[in-house]
Protein backbone atom coordinates (compact mmCIF):
# COMPACT_ATOMS: atom_id res chain seq x y z
CA UNK A 1 0.00 0.00 0.00
CA UNK A 2 2.88 2.08 0.49
CA UNK A 3 3.84 2.32 -2.86
CA UNK A 4 0.30 4.15 -3.93
CA UNK A 5 1.76 7.15 -1.30
CA UNK A 6 4.69 8.15 -3.76
CA UNK A 7 4.71 10.46 -6.12
CA UNK A 8 3.29 9.39 -10.02
CA UNK A 9 6.64 10.23 -11.08
CA UNK A 10 8.38 7.75 -8.73
CA UNK A 11 6.21 4.60 -9.49
CA UNK A 12 5.48 2.77 -12.54
CA UNK A 13 2.11 2.41 -14.19
CA UNK A 14 -0.69 0.41 -12.76
CA UNK A 15 -0.70 -3.40 -14.45
CA UNK A 16 -2.96 -6.08 -14.75
CA UNK A 17 -2.05 -9.73 -14.67
CA UNK A 18 -1.97 -11.51 -17.50
CA UNK A 19 -1.66 -15.00 -16.17
CA UNK A 20 0.40 -16.13 -19.06
CA UNK A 21 3.06 -18.51 -18.01
CA UNK A 22 6.48 -16.20 -17.69
CA UNK A 23 4.54 -13.08 -19.32
CA UNK A 24 4.61 -11.19 -15.95
CA UNK A 25 7.54 -11.90 -14.79
CA UNK A 26 8.92 -10.15 -18.36
CA UNK A 27 6.39 -6.94 -17.90
CA UNK A 28 7.60 -6.57 -14.42
CA UNK A 29 3.39 -7.43 -13.07
CA UNK A 30 1.38 -7.49 -16.50
CA UNK A 31 0.06 -5.32 -19.55
CA UNK A 32 -0.82 -1.54 -18.48
CA UNK A 33 -3.88 -1.23 -16.74
CA UNK A 34 -7.09 0.81 -18.69
CA UNK A 35 -4.48 1.17 -21.42
CA UNK A 36 -4.54 -0.57 -24.81
CA UNK A 37 -1.92 -3.33 -25.50
CA UNK A 38 -1.22 -3.71 -29.42
CA UNK A 39 -0.11 -7.15 -30.32
CA UNK A 40 1.25 -7.66 -33.76
CA UNK A 41 2.45 -10.40 -36.07
CA UNK A 42 2.59 -12.77 -39.04
CA UNK A 43 -0.15 -14.96 -39.61
CA UNK A 44 0.42 -18.22 -37.56
CA UNK A 45 2.44 -16.53 -34.59
CA UNK A 46 -0.43 -16.63 -31.74
CA UNK A 47 -1.91 -13.40 -31.44
CA UNK A 48 -5.81 -14.60 -31.48
CA UNK A 49 -5.09 -16.85 -28.89
CA UNK A 50 -2.50 -14.35 -26.83
CA UNK A 51 -5.54 -11.88 -26.55
CA UNK A 52 -8.39 -14.70 -25.97
CA UNK A 53 -5.97 -16.04 -22.80
CA UNK A 54 -5.39 -12.46 -21.71
CA UNK A 55 -9.35 -11.98 -21.40
CA UNK A 56 -10.26 -15.89 -20.46
CA UNK A 57 -7.66 -16.01 -17.71
CA UNK A 58 -8.77 -12.53 -16.24
CA UNK A 59 -12.20 -14.13 -15.88
CA UNK A 60 -11.42 -17.61 -14.35
CA UNK A 61 -7.52 -16.27 -12.23
CA UNK A 62 -9.03 -12.77 -11.47
CA UNK A 63 -12.78 -12.59 -11.63
CA UNK A 64 -12.59 -9.63 -14.08
CA UNK A 65 -15.24 -9.71 -16.89
CA UNK A 66 -14.50 -9.22 -20.57
CA UNK A 67 -15.34 -8.53 -24.13
CA UNK A 68 -14.15 -10.23 -26.99
CA UNK A 69 -14.96 -8.79 -30.40
CA UNK A 70 -13.68 -10.42 -33.61
CA UNK A 71 -13.53 -9.29 -37.13
CA UNK A 72 -12.80 -12.54 -38.28
CA UNK A 73 -14.10 -15.61 -36.63
CA UNK A 74 -17.53 -16.26 -35.45
CA UNK A 75 -17.90 -17.04 -31.93
CA UNK A 76 -18.57 -20.65 -32.16
CA UNK A 77 -15.50 -21.29 -34.23
CA UNK A 78 -14.08 -19.09 -30.72
CA UNK A 79 -15.74 -21.26 -28.44
CA UNK A 80 -14.35 -24.52 -30.44
CA UNK A 81 -10.72 -23.11 -30.41
CA UNK A 82 -10.43 -22.07 -26.50
CA UNK A 83 -12.18 -25.55 -26.28
CA UNK A 84 -9.10 -27.38 -26.76
CA UNK A 85 -7.29 -25.40 -23.71
CA UNK A 86 -10.09 -26.40 -20.99
CA UNK A 87 -12.26 -23.13 -21.56
CA UNK A 88 -15.78 -23.56 -21.63
CA UNK A 89 -16.74 -20.59 -23.77
CA UNK A 90 -20.19 -20.60 -24.09
CA UNK A 91 -20.68 -21.12 -20.14
CA UNK A 92 -18.76 -18.22 -19.02
CA UNK A 93 -21.39 -15.81 -21.94
CA UNK A 94 -24.27 -17.64 -20.11
CA UNK A 95 -23.18 -16.48 -17.06
CA UNK A 96 -22.47 -13.04 -18.30
CA UNK A 97 -19.05 -12.95 -17.37
CA UNK A 98 -17.59 -13.11 -20.92
CA UNK A 99 -19.42 -11.37 -24.11
CA UNK A 100 -18.60 -12.39 -27.60
CA UNK A 101 -19.40 -9.96 -30.70
CA UNK A 102 -18.82 -10.97 -34.03
CA UNK A 103 -18.70 -7.47 -36.15
CA UNK A 104 -19.17 -7.81 -40.10
CA UNK A 105 -17.55 -4.78 -41.09
CA UNK A 106 -18.49 -3.37 -44.52
CA UNK A 107 -17.21 0.04 -45.38
CA UNK A 108 -20.30 1.10 -46.54
CA UNK A 109 -21.82 0.52 -43.27
CA UNK A 110 -20.04 2.79 -41.09
CA UNK A 111 -19.53 5.68 -43.71
CA UNK A 112 -21.37 8.44 -43.30
CA UNK A 113 -21.34 11.37 -45.78
CA UNK A 114 -18.58 10.39 -46.83
CA UNK A 115 -16.38 10.51 -44.26
CA UNK A 116 -15.28 7.48 -42.05
CA UNK A 117 -16.82 6.99 -38.98
CA UNK A 118 -16.41 4.12 -36.10
CA UNK A 119 -19.56 5.43 -33.75
CA UNK A 120 -21.40 1.76 -34.47
CA UNK A 121 -18.51 -0.09 -33.40
CA UNK A 122 -18.14 2.42 -30.10
CA UNK A 123 -21.97 1.59 -29.39
CA UNK A 124 -22.26 -2.12 -29.83
CA UNK A 125 -18.73 -1.91 -28.41
CA UNK A 126 -19.72 0.44 -25.37
CA UNK A 127 -22.68 -1.76 -24.47
CA UNK A 128 -21.16 -5.26 -24.07
CA UNK A 129 -18.57 -3.16 -21.68
CA UNK A 130 -21.26 -1.70 -19.76
CA UNK A 131 -23.85 -4.77 -19.73
CA UNK A 132 -21.02 -7.17 -18.19
CA UNK A 133 -18.79 -4.75 -16.60
CA UNK A 134 -16.03 -5.57 -18.49
CA UNK A 135 -12.40 -4.68 -17.47
CA UNK A 136 -10.65 -6.79 -20.37
CA UNK A 137 -11.44 -6.11 -23.71
CA UNK A 138 -9.80 -7.89 -26.69
CA UNK A 139 -10.47 -6.64 -30.75
CA UNK A 140 -8.91 -9.36 -33.18
CA UNK A 141 -7.93 -8.02 -35.27
CA UNK A 142 -7.70 -4.51 -36.58
CA UNK A 143 -6.93 -4.68 -40.01
CA UNK A 144 -10.06 -5.33 -41.33
CA UNK A 145 -11.28 -1.93 -39.48
CA UNK A 146 -10.11 -0.10 -42.49
CA UNK A 147 -9.50 -2.67 -44.97
CA UNK A 148 -9.70 -0.55 -48.36
CA UNK A 149 -8.68 2.75 -46.43
CA UNK A 150 -6.65 4.53 -47.98
CA UNK A 151 -7.01 8.09 -46.34
CA UNK A 152 -3.75 8.09 -43.62
CA UNK A 153 -5.28 11.32 -42.41
CA UNK A 154 -8.78 9.73 -42.02
CA UNK A 155 -6.87 6.44 -40.59
CA UNK A 156 -5.11 8.28 -38.15
CA UNK A 157 -7.64 10.21 -36.84
CA UNK A 158 -10.08 7.15 -36.79
CA UNK A 159 -7.30 5.25 -34.79
CA UNK A 160 -6.24 7.56 -32.09
CA UNK A 161 -10.13 8.20 -31.60
CA UNK A 162 -10.14 4.38 -31.20
CA UNK A 163 -7.49 4.30 -28.67
CA UNK A 164 -8.37 7.42 -26.85
CA UNK A 165 -11.54 5.65 -26.24
CA UNK A 166 -10.69 2.46 -24.62
CA UNK A 167 -8.88 4.97 -22.57
CA UNK A 168 -11.97 6.74 -21.85
CA UNK A 169 -13.56 3.38 -20.57
CA UNK A 170 -11.04 2.48 -18.52
CA UNK A 171 -10.56 -0.60 -19.88
CA UNK A 172 -7.27 -2.97 -20.57
CA UNK A 173 -7.61 -3.68 -24.01
CA UNK A 174 -5.84 -5.97 -26.13
CA UNK A 175 -5.87 -5.12 -29.72
CA UNK A 176 -4.11 -7.67 -32.79
CA UNK A 177 -2.68 -6.42 -35.94
CA UNK A 178 -1.07 -8.28 -39.02
CA UNK A 179 2.64 -6.85 -39.35
CA UNK A 180 3.50 -5.21 -42.54
CA UNK A 181 5.88 -5.23 -44.89
CA UNK A 182 9.00 -3.44 -42.76
CA UNK A 183 6.44 -2.09 -40.22
CA UNK A 184 5.18 -3.94 -37.36
CA UNK A 185 1.78 -3.32 -38.24
CA UNK A 186 0.08 -3.01 -41.73
CA UNK A 187 -0.83 0.86 -41.44
CA UNK A 188 2.41 1.21 -39.54
CA UNK A 189 0.49 3.54 -37.24
CA UNK A 190 -1.49 0.93 -34.43
CA UNK A 191 2.59 0.86 -32.82
CA UNK A 192 2.83 4.63 -31.85
CA UNK A 193 -0.54 4.61 -30.40
CA UNK A 194 -0.49 2.01 -28.38
CA UNK A 195 1.15 2.48 -24.69
CA UNK A 196 2.50 -0.87 -24.77
CA UNK A 197 3.71 -3.22 -28.03
CA UNK A 198 4.44 -6.93 -28.29
CA UNK A 199 5.82 -8.52 -31.23
CA UNK A 200 5.22 -12.30 -31.87
CA UNK A 201 7.28 -13.94 -34.42
CA UNK A 202 7.55 -17.50 -35.76
CA UNK A 203 11.02 -18.78 -37.49
CA UNK A 204 12.25 -21.72 -38.77
CA UNK A 205 15.83 -22.45 -39.09
CA UNK A 206 17.42 -26.04 -40.41
CA UNK A 207 13.60 -27.12 -40.41
CA UNK A 208 12.56 -26.31 -36.76
CA UNK A 209 10.60 -24.08 -36.00
CA UNK A 210 10.65 -21.31 -33.10
CA UNK A 211 8.56 -18.40 -31.54
CA UNK A 212 9.51 -15.50 -29.63
CA UNK A 213 8.11 -12.44 -28.55
CA UNK A 214 9.34 -9.24 -27.80
CA UNK A 215 8.19 -6.15 -25.91
CA UNK A 216 8.73 -3.85 -28.52
CA UNK A 217 8.04 -0.96 -26.17
CA UNK A 218 5.94 -0.18 -22.78
CA UNK A 219 5.60 2.88 -22.00
CA UNK A 220 5.97 4.44 -18.19
CA UNK A 221 7.48 1.05 -16.64
CA UNK A 222 10.66 -0.94 -17.44
CA UNK A 223 10.85 -4.20 -19.28
CA UNK A 224 12.60 -6.88 -20.59
CA UNK A 225 14.06 -5.86 -23.87
CA UNK A 226 15.09 -9.53 -24.97
CA UNK A 227 13.45 -11.94 -27.17
CA UNK A 228 12.27 -14.96 -24.93
CA UNK A 229 10.95 -18.36 -26.48
CA UNK A 230 7.18 -19.31 -26.14
CA UNK A 231 5.49 -22.27 -26.86
CA UNK A 232 1.56 -22.77 -27.93
CA UNK A 233 0.13 -26.31 -26.54
CA UNK A 234 -2.64 -27.51 -25.07
CA UNK A 235 -2.01 -25.55 -22.31
CA UNK A 236 -1.65 -22.30 -23.92
CA UNK A 237 0.96 -19.93 -24.30
CA UNK A 238 3.99 -20.49 -21.95
CA UNK A 239 6.64 -17.86 -21.95
CA UNK A 240 10.08 -18.77 -20.54
CA UNK A 241 11.82 -15.75 -19.57
CA UNK A 242 15.56 -17.32 -19.06
CA UNK A 243 17.48 -14.64 -20.22
CA UNK A 244 16.71 -12.52 -17.04
CA UNK A 245 18.26 -15.08 -14.47
CA UNK A 246 21.69 -13.73 -12.71
CA UNK A 247 24.30 -16.12 -10.70
CA UNK A 248 22.33 -14.97 -7.32
CA UNK A 249 21.14 -18.42 -5.94
CA UNK A 250 21.26 -19.86 -2.68
CA UNK A 251 23.31 -22.55 -2.33
CA UNK A 252 23.19 -26.12 -0.15
CA UNK A 253 26.02 -27.51 1.81
CA UNK A 254 24.03 -30.77 1.66
CA UNK A 255 25.22 -34.28 -0.13
CA UNK A 256 22.87 -36.85 -1.96
CA UNK A 257 24.24 -40.15 -3.09
CA UNK A 258 25.46 -40.58 -6.66
CA UNK A 259 23.84 -43.99 -6.25
CA UNK A 260 27.59 -45.51 -6.50
CA UNK A 261 29.09 -46.55 -3.24
CA UNK A 262 32.57 -46.57 -5.03
CA UNK A 263 32.30 -42.91 -6.63
CA UNK A 264 30.94 -41.49 -3.57
CA UNK A 265 34.17 -42.00 -1.86
CA UNK A 266 35.70 -40.24 -4.14
CA UNK A 267 33.96 -37.50 -3.47
CA UNK A 268 34.73 -37.46 -0.15
CA UNK A 269 32.95 -40.43 0.68
CA UNK A 270 29.39 -38.25 0.65
CA UNK A 271 28.59 -37.72 -2.83
CA UNK A 272 27.71 -34.54 -5.00
CA UNK A 273 26.23 -31.15 -3.32
CA UNK A 274 22.70 -31.17 -3.69
CA UNK A 275 21.31 -28.61 -6.52
CA UNK A 276 24.84 -29.27 -8.52
CA UNK A 277 24.76 -29.94 -11.84
CA UNK A 278 27.25 -32.46 -12.99
CA UNK A 279 28.41 -33.90 -16.29
CA UNK A 280 28.87 -37.38 -17.35
CA UNK A 281 30.96 -37.70 -20.62
CA UNK A 282 32.57 -40.09 -22.50
CA UNK A 283 32.49 -42.23 -25.70
CA UNK A 284 29.92 -44.18 -26.86
CA UNK A 285 29.29 -47.22 -25.39
CA UNK A 286 30.75 -46.42 -21.96
CA UNK A 287 28.09 -46.60 -20.18
CA UNK A 288 26.83 -43.41 -19.45
CA UNK A 289 23.15 -43.72 -19.47
CA UNK A 290 23.70 -46.73 -16.47
CA UNK A 291 25.52 -43.70 -14.12
CA UNK A 292 22.93 -41.51 -14.97
CA UNK A 293 20.00 -44.28 -14.75
CA UNK A 294 21.86 -45.35 -11.39
CA UNK A 295 21.63 -41.42 -10.15
CA UNK A 296 17.70 -41.58 -10.94
CA UNK A 297 17.34 -44.81 -8.93
CA UNK A 298 19.28 -43.31 -5.76
CA UNK A 299 17.33 -40.26 -6.01
CA UNK A 300 13.72 -42.42 -6.09
CA UNK A 301 14.88 -44.70 -3.36
CA UNK A 302 15.46 -41.01 -0.64
CA UNK A 303 11.80 -41.04 -1.76
CA UNK A 304 12.67 -37.69 -4.18
CA UNK A 305 10.90 -37.17 -7.32
CA UNK A 306 13.34 -37.17 -10.16
CA UNK A 307 12.37 -36.34 -13.86
CA UNK A 308 14.51 -37.96 -16.52
CA UNK A 309 14.72 -36.33 -20.14
CA UNK A 310 15.48 -38.70 -23.00
CA UNK A 311 16.49 -37.49 -26.22
CA UNK A 312 17.98 -40.91 -28.06
CA UNK A 313 15.84 -43.80 -26.26
CA UNK A 314 12.34 -44.52 -25.16
CA UNK A 315 11.56 -45.23 -21.90
CA UNK A 316 10.26 -48.33 -22.64
CA UNK A 317 14.30 -49.13 -24.11
CA UNK A 318 15.97 -47.45 -20.69
CA UNK A 319 13.76 -49.04 -18.76
CA UNK A 320 13.92 -53.07 -20.32
CA UNK A 321 17.97 -51.53 -20.51
CA UNK A 322 18.65 -51.19 -17.25
CA UNK A 323 16.82 -53.99 -15.78
CA UNK A 324 20.02 -55.83 -17.41
CA UNK A 325 21.76 -54.40 -14.19
CA UNK A 326 19.50 -54.78 -11.24
CA UNK A 327 17.96 -51.41 -11.45
CA UNK A 328 14.04 -51.72 -11.35
CA UNK A 329 13.00 -48.33 -13.03
CA UNK A 330 9.41 -49.18 -13.93
CA UNK A 331 8.79 -49.44 -9.70
CA UNK A 332 9.41 -45.77 -9.66
CA UNK A 333 7.53 -44.87 -11.94
CA UNK A 334 4.78 -46.66 -10.87
CA UNK A 335 5.15 -45.39 -7.51
CA UNK A 336 4.83 -41.75 -9.01
CA UNK A 337 8.85 -40.89 -8.45
CA UNK A 338 10.26 -40.88 -11.43
CA UNK A 339 8.79 -39.64 -14.64
CA UNK A 340 10.10 -39.87 -18.18
CA UNK A 341 10.00 -37.94 -21.36
CA UNK A 342 11.48 -38.55 -24.23
CA UNK A 343 11.30 -36.39 -27.78
CA UNK A 344 14.10 -36.21 -30.79
CA UNK A 345 15.89 -32.76 -30.40
CA UNK A 346 14.31 -32.08 -34.05
CA UNK A 347 10.90 -31.73 -32.15
CA UNK A 348 11.25 -28.19 -31.32
CA UNK A 349 13.94 -25.60 -31.99
CA UNK A 350 16.47 -24.72 -28.95
CA UNK A 351 14.69 -22.77 -27.14
CA UNK A 352 11.54 -24.51 -27.31
CA UNK A 353 13.23 -27.18 -25.83
CA UNK A 354 14.66 -25.16 -23.35
CA UNK A 355 10.47 -23.98 -21.96
CA UNK A 356 8.90 -27.37 -22.53
CA UNK A 357 11.43 -28.36 -19.79
CA UNK A 358 10.57 -25.23 -17.36
CA UNK A 359 7.34 -25.92 -17.85
CA UNK A 360 7.69 -29.88 -17.21
CA UNK A 361 9.83 -29.08 -14.16
CA UNK A 362 7.21 -26.75 -12.75
CA UNK A 363 4.62 -29.27 -13.22
CA UNK A 364 6.50 -32.42 -11.82
CA UNK A 365 8.41 -30.69 -8.94
CA UNK A 366 11.51 -33.06 -9.27
CA UNK A 367 14.50 -32.94 -6.56
CA UNK A 368 16.49 -34.63 -9.23
CA UNK A 369 16.97 -34.12 -13.25
CA UNK A 370 18.64 -36.24 -15.59
CA UNK A 371 19.42 -34.83 -19.80
CA UNK A 372 20.35 -37.86 -21.58
CA UNK A 373 22.38 -37.00 -24.13
CA UNK A 374 22.80 -33.14 -24.69
CA UNK A 375 24.92 -34.14 -27.10
CA UNK A 376 21.92 -34.65 -29.78
CA UNK A 377 20.68 -30.77 -29.03
CA UNK A 378 23.30 -30.04 -31.61
CA UNK A 379 21.12 -31.27 -33.94
CA UNK A 380 18.38 -28.33 -33.69
CA UNK A 381 21.24 -26.08 -33.57
CA UNK A 382 24.89 -24.49 -33.13
CA UNK A 383 27.15 -25.27 -30.36
CA UNK A 384 27.16 -21.75 -29.54
CA UNK A 385 23.29 -21.85 -29.37
CA UNK A 386 23.16 -25.26 -27.70
CA UNK A 387 25.14 -23.68 -24.52
CA UNK A 388 23.47 -20.75 -24.51
CA UNK A 389 20.45 -22.60 -23.81
CA UNK A 390 22.11 -25.43 -21.36
CA UNK A 391 24.01 -22.08 -19.46
CA UNK A 392 20.25 -21.16 -19.13
CA UNK A 393 19.11 -23.94 -17.97
CA UNK A 394 21.55 -24.29 -15.77
CA UNK A 395 20.60 -21.11 -13.67
CA UNK A 396 17.16 -22.20 -13.89
CA UNK A 397 18.05 -25.50 -11.74
CA UNK A 398 20.30 -24.11 -9.51
CA UNK A 399 17.68 -21.70 -8.73
CA UNK A 400 15.21 -24.46 -7.75
CA UNK A 401 18.24 -25.96 -6.16
CA UNK A 402 17.66 -29.58 -8.47
CA UNK A 403 20.41 -31.79 -8.60
CA UNK A 404 21.12 -31.69 -12.35
CA UNK A 405 23.03 -35.06 -13.81
CA UNK A 406 23.65 -34.21 -18.21
CA UNK A 407 25.41 -37.00 -20.37
CA UNK A 408 27.34 -35.86 -23.35
CA UNK A 409 28.98 -38.18 -25.78
CA UNK A 410 32.53 -37.03 -26.22
CA UNK A 411 34.26 -37.95 -29.57
CA UNK A 412 37.72 -37.09 -28.29
CA UNK A 413 39.85 -39.60 -26.75
CA UNK A 414 41.72 -37.48 -24.38
CA UNK A 415 39.37 -36.89 -21.49
CA UNK A 416 41.30 -32.96 -20.73
CA UNK A 417 39.61 -31.76 -23.72
CA UNK A 418 36.16 -29.80 -23.95
CA UNK A 419 32.95 -31.41 -24.50
CA UNK A 420 31.73 -31.02 -27.74
CA UNK A 421 28.29 -28.94 -26.40
CA UNK A 422 31.33 -26.83 -24.10
CA UNK A 423 29.52 -27.18 -20.96
CA UNK A 424 32.22 -28.95 -18.58
CA UNK A 425 33.23 -25.33 -17.53
CA UNK A 426 30.22 -24.75 -16.67
CA UNK A 427 28.86 -27.75 -14.53
CA UNK A 428 29.91 -27.99 -10.97
CA UNK A 429 30.81 -32.00 -11.15
CA UNK A 430 32.61 -33.29 -14.11
CA UNK A 431 32.92 -37.40 -14.50
CA UNK A 432 34.30 -38.84 -17.82
CA UNK A 433 34.97 -42.42 -18.73
CA UNK A 434 37.50 -43.41 -20.96
CA UNK A 435 38.24 -46.24 -23.23
CA UNK A 436 41.63 -48.22 -22.05
CA UNK A 437 42.89 -50.71 -24.25
CA UNK A 438 45.00 -53.24 -23.61
CA UNK A 439 45.68 -56.97 -24.39
CA UNK A 440 43.35 -57.12 -27.12
CA UNK A 441 40.49 -55.67 -24.56
CA UNK A 442 38.63 -52.75 -24.40
CA UNK A 443 37.53 -51.77 -20.97
CA UNK A 444 36.70 -48.33 -19.29
CA UNK A 445 38.29 -45.87 -16.65
CA UNK A 446 36.10 -43.09 -14.55
CA UNK A 447 38.36 -40.10 -13.41
CA UNK A 448 36.75 -37.25 -11.42
CA UNK A 449 37.77 -34.12 -13.76
CA UNK A 450 36.56 -31.90 -11.05
CA UNK A 451 34.17 -31.35 -7.88
CA UNK A 452 33.69 -27.65 -6.97
CA UNK A 453 33.74 -27.45 -3.21
CA UNK A 454 35.07 -31.15 -1.80
CA UNK A 455 37.96 -32.84 -1.80
CA UNK A 456 38.06 -35.79 -4.80
CA UNK A 457 40.29 -38.49 -5.72
CA UNK A 458 42.36 -37.98 -8.45
CA UNK A 459 43.55 -41.51 -9.04
CA UNK A 460 41.16 -43.53 -11.82
CA UNK A 461 39.11 -46.35 -11.11
CA UNK A 462 38.19 -49.37 -13.46
CA UNK A 463 34.15 -48.91 -14.42
CA UNK A 464 32.74 -51.98 -14.47
CA UNK A 465 28.68 -52.87 -15.28
CA UNK A 466 27.83 -55.98 -13.59
CA UNK A 467 24.11 -57.75 -13.22
CA UNK A 468 24.29 -56.55 -9.98
CA UNK A 469 24.88 -52.66 -10.87
CA UNK A 470 27.80 -50.34 -11.68
CA UNK A 471 31.16 -50.96 -9.89
CA UNK A 472 34.54 -49.25 -9.31
CA UNK A 473 37.66 -51.04 -8.95
CA UNK A 474 41.41 -50.05 -8.23
CA UNK A 475 43.20 -50.33 -10.96
CA UNK A 476 46.06 -51.94 -10.87
CA UNK A 477 49.88 -50.79 -12.01
CA UNK A 478 52.37 -53.00 -13.53
CA UNK A 479 55.29 -52.52 -15.94
CA UNK A 480 53.59 -51.71 -18.84
CA UNK A 481 51.12 -49.26 -17.28
CA UNK A 482 47.46 -49.89 -16.46
CA UNK A 483 46.09 -53.10 -16.06
CA UNK A 484 42.37 -53.25 -16.38
CA UNK A 485 39.52 -56.45 -17.15
CA UNK A 486 41.39 -59.63 -17.78
CA UNK A 487 44.85 -58.16 -17.42
CA UNK A 488 44.16 -57.04 -13.80
CA UNK A 489 42.70 -60.62 -12.97
CA UNK A 490 45.35 -62.31 -14.22
CA UNK A 491 47.97 -59.90 -11.77
CA UNK A 492 45.43 -60.43 -8.96
CA UNK A 493 45.40 -64.32 -9.76
CA UNK A 494 49.15 -64.21 -9.70
CA UNK A 495 49.43 -62.25 -6.21
CA UNK A 496 47.20 -64.14 -4.87
CA UNK A 497 48.98 -67.74 -5.82
CA UNK A 498 52.14 -65.70 -4.79
CA UNK A 499 51.06 -64.92 -1.71
CA UNK A 500 49.50 -68.70 -0.82
CA UNK A 501 53.32 -69.77 -2.11
CA UNK A 502 54.75 -67.20 0.28
CA UNK A 503 52.43 -68.39 3.28
CA UNK A 504 53.42 -72.22 2.32
CA UNK A 505 57.28 -71.05 2.23
CA UNK A 506 56.65 -69.10 5.41
CA UNK A 507 55.21 -72.09 7.04
CA UNK A 508 57.37 -74.31 6.36
CA UNK A 509 60.45 -71.80 7.76
CA UNK A 510 58.46 -71.51 10.69
CA UNK A 511 58.46 -75.29 11.34
CA UNK A 512 62.28 -75.50 11.01
CA UNK A 513 63.06 -72.63 13.17
CA UNK A 514 60.83 -74.34 15.53
CA UNK A 515 62.77 -78.16 14.89
CA UNK A 516 66.34 -75.91 15.78
CA UNK A 517 64.95 -74.29 18.13
CA UNK A 518 64.07 -77.32 20.21
CA UNK A 519 67.29 -78.61 19.70
CA UNK A 520 69.13 -75.76 20.85
CA UNK A 521 66.74 -76.12 24.01
CA UNK A 522 67.76 -79.79 24.33
CA UNK A 523 71.13 -79.12 24.22
CA UNK A 524 70.88 -76.16 26.19
CA UNK A 525 69.15 -78.66 28.61
CA UNK A 526 71.90 -80.69 28.83
CA UNK A 527 75.03 -78.54 29.06
CA UNK A 528 72.66 -76.81 32.41
CA UNK A 529 72.64 -80.53 33.79
CA UNK A 530 76.17 -80.89 32.91
CA UNK A 531 77.08 -77.59 34.53
CA UNK A 532 75.04 -78.11 37.77
CA UNK A 533 76.85 -81.78 38.21
CA UNK A 534 80.15 -80.25 38.14
CA UNK A 535 79.18 -76.95 40.15
CA UNK A 536 77.97 -80.11 42.79
CA UNK A 537 81.20 -81.49 42.29
CA UNK A 538 83.09 -78.23 43.54
CA UNK A 539 80.74 -77.53 45.87
CA UNK A 540 81.12 -80.73 47.97
CA UNK A 541 84.89 -80.20 47.59
CA UNK A 542 85.11 -77.08 49.02
CA UNK A 543 82.63 -78.46 51.82
CA UNK A 544 84.68 -80.97 52.45
CA UNK A 545 87.84 -78.69 53.20
CA UNK A 546 85.52 -76.59 55.09
CA UNK A 547 84.18 -78.82 57.30
CA UNK A 548 87.41 -80.35 58.00
CA UNK A 549 89.38 -76.81 59.23
CA UNK A 550 86.41 -76.34 61.40
CA UNK A 551 87.40 -79.90 63.03
CA UNK A 552 90.78 -79.04 63.12
CA UNK A 553 90.44 -75.52 64.56
CA UNK A 554 87.85 -77.05 66.93
CA UNK A 555 90.13 -79.48 68.09
CA UNK A 556 92.90 -77.52 68.35
CA UNK A 557 90.95 -75.10 70.58
CA UNK A 558 90.25 -78.03 72.90
CA UNK A 559 93.85 -79.24 72.73
CA UNK A 560 94.91 -76.26 74.06
CA UNK A 561 91.83 -75.76 77.04
CA UNK A 562 93.18 -79.09 78.32
CA UNK A 563 96.75 -77.83 78.44
CA UNK A 564 95.92 -74.70 80.11
CA UNK A 565 94.16 -76.68 82.75
CA UNK A 566 96.95 -78.67 83.62
CA UNK A 567 99.43 -76.01 84.38
CA UNK A 568 96.44 -74.55 86.75
CA UNK A 569 96.14 -77.70 88.83
CA UNK A 570 100.00 -78.54 88.74
CA UNK A 571 100.68 -75.10 90.03
CA UNK A 572 98.25 -75.38 92.62
CA UNK A 573 99.92 -78.71 94.24
Same mark, same amino acid.
Given at each position: ?6 ? #? ?33 ? @? ?84 ? +? ?21 ? *? ?33 ? *? ?48 ? +? ?22 ? #? ?15 TILVSGTAGTG ?56 ? #?????? &? ?29 ? *? +? ?23 ? @? ?5 ? #? ?24 ? &? ?19 ? &??? +? ?90 ? @? ?16
Amino acid at each position: MASKKTP #PSNKTVAKVPTGITGLDEITEGGLPAGRPTLICGT @AGVGKTLFGLEFVLKGAKLYNEPGVIVTFEEKPEDLAMNVASLGYDLKKLQDKGIISVDHVHVERSEIEETGEYDLEGLFIRLGYA +IDSTGAKRVLLDTIENLFSGLSN *QGILRAELRRLFNWLKEKKVTAVITAEKGDGTLTR *QGLEEYVSDCVILLDHRVTNQVSTRRLRIVKYRGSIHGTNEYPFLIDEEG +ISVLPVTSLQLNNDVSSQRVSSGM #PELDSMLGGKGFFRGSTILVSGTAGTGKTSIAATFADASCKRREKCLYFAFEESPQQIIRNMRSIGLDLQKHMDEGLLRFHSSR #PTLYGL &ESHLVSIHKKIAAFKPKAIVLDPITNLIIAG *Q +ISDVKSILLRLIDFVQSEKITTMFT @ALNLNTS #PNEQTDEGVSSLVDAWLTIRDIESNG &ERNHGLYVMKSRGMKHSNQVR &EFV +ITDGGLKLVDVYVGAEGILTGSSREAQQLAEATGLELRTYALGRKDREIDRKRKVLEATISSLREEFESVQDELNKTYLEEDLRKQITEKNR @AELSLKRSNKTVNGKNK
